[in-house]
């Protein structure tokens, strides 16, 4: 089976100074894929003609399909379509077609066309129209020495459209593309090289069509399985049954499958077992609580939470004992037990979740250093407490501790 | 005044695949722009040994500087180093010190090495250690042929911490650079095209050395001088010329200039004025609190808050009376000055913040559709109230009615 190679080439200034992120190569690659076509490498070039010819020469030596965005604007720094038509020796002509959609959306906005805006109807010789439903710089596909080069607009929504709505069909049609599918296992609290060692022989067992990466972020491990066939039902079947082999050596340590995300996976346990849920946070300062409320109804279960920054609101919000402060401090167990017990009291919830430590980067002491959190949840019949030594950064610090405390959420949910 | 020219080579399946945004390559390009180096290309391949080896020699061939990332990770498909290695000729060393600081991290997190961990301690024997600060795998520097590799981890804040602090300062160090300086002047509720108008004869009279650039974001627009000179002095002397002329021509919008931010003005604004606040949040649902609470220091002025997410809350925490939520509704005016007043009497302090609203994307009636917001903010002698229609977007709604918020904010503290 041969693959079908791409290569995206985005061309504007912008991208190189570092002024605008890149988000169009990764929605058309993300296409792409799901149509079996592989991308095999990105190139980013400035408005300058040598190099985008030069890019043009190495994307053609390498892939069969090159994929090409911006540069087709009316201004004078936009020249994709004259180094195209140089490019393949030819010249540009006037599109009737294009000319006449340039045209009506200009009349339509009760606007009047200049010649730059006529020059939008400008293509090479050899290229076909692609409609550009949305705008009014035209895509082009253009097929010579048995490549096929496609130039759209650097708009996001114009060429996303063009590219769902026309190229990805008409590639499908063109090449006899295999079927690429990804599944994912998504993990937890332990280590990428732990976790490694632990799945070595099942990784090492894998057949060659199917492929495995580790994607970490942030206290989790993403896995990836990705496989290659002509057969979709039975690559389906396949990684299935990889994934039956793979769940039962590191159980404790999923959470989700494919598009989960932790506080998705949290809210659909917190309905499912009709829970309601508080926090009191210190170190966290109001991220926890911003992690259940970013999600669209979440004010089925999330109830409330109190920022107890100073120690006087973890006294009058939440009822710690101000001789508890006294004797261990804030960032203690003792403390963040009352806390915890304290809110979900107070919201009058099943469960309370708690936060106090040194996030930093200063207020660290020898026997309690920046970077050191207690973290709690409390039902009415149990409380687990845990203390993290964590980072010198101050965002790092809080982000790592939301996100211990929602797994430790997530497994008692879950028993 | 020769330039100096760099490509950022990103290295990883998951970006060719479009499962993740390169976020990398932009702040890498951003980072060197104000280093007065040039990113002349920008190149994505995946994990393969014959592709990257392809491409670090066409880096070679149009820059100075190459920089990679990714691939640095202890396991299997992570290969950058032996590449690196094969590519140069030569083979991987141990290196103590890495493997020291390995070690201790690990310590430090209560964990046990393995073999993987420790393989991350080598490197190509002709490469200096860049030292990771915040994480296992090591930064690489190789001077090769008269040209500067630089490897860096891919996961990000690892390697924005290394390129800030170790890197940038090496290759200023090393290359010759010209002096590019930017300065910023950055305005708030006033729109792009009315402050182009405005201050459209002082931008024309701009020298040819300096550039202007707006970047507007979520109802901000921050003006960017951009000078380059081989006069450092000098060049700082105009800038700053050319903003004593633009300042009153614009005053009343200028919330900061260069690293401030809104909650940083705004930080030390309580701090100079020695005031105290809380937050009372229902839509923002944590969200406002976590943008006073991520600053260091906050403590001082910052007291607590509470995510008033249901009904119950607002009357029990907040002090808000049952009448009125069943009159007016928890989204109206009458609410949320209940609210802000409650949470300031509650809290003890000289300042309250309030919000309510339908962030959507349900939740909406046709007399308060999704987008519909309201803010206040209270002290012992006033109240401000203000509603907003805001958007379809659930987050989006979040950050602008705290943005708004921030913003009344400064503008009392500032009179």
New interface residues.
Partial sequence: MKGIYAEILTIGDE?????????N?????????KAGI?????????DSKE?IIS?LK?AAAVADIILITGGLGPTKDDITKKTLAEYFGTTLKMDDSVLAHVEQLFTSRGRMMNDLNKAQALIPENAQVVHNAVGTAPGMWIEHEGKVFISMPGVPHEMQKMINDLIIPKLRGHFKTPFII?KWVKTINI????L??TIEAW?DALPPHI??????KLGQVRL?L?GKSEDEKQLLGELEAEIQKLVPLIKEYIYGYDDDNIESVIANLLVQKNKTIS?A?SC???????Q???L????RY?????????N??KI??LGVKPQTLDEFGAVSEQTIIEMAKGVRE???TDIGLATSGVA???GGSPEKPVGTVWVAYATESEVVTKKL?L??????N?TLSANYLLNLLRVRLSE
């Avoid at 991208?15 to 988000?23: A, E, F, K, S």
């Avoid at 592989?38 to 400035?46: A, D, L």
């Avoid at 966290?284 to 911003?290: C, I």
């Fill in positions: 991208i190189l100074y570092g002024q605008i992120t890149d988000t190569s990764q929605f058309i690659s993300a296409a792409l894929d592989q991308t095999v490498r990105k190139t980013s070039v400035g190099v890019a190495s990804h280590a990428e090289s732990t490694a060692q990784e492929k495995l990466a580790y994607l970490p990836r990705t926090t946070e966290t300062g109001g991220y926890l609580a911003h259940f409320t970013q669209a109804g979440s004010s999330y109830i409330g939470g109190v920022v107890a920054y100073s006087q609101i009058s919000q107070a919201m009058k930093g980067p200063d030594s980072t010198k950064d101050r965002m790092l809080i």
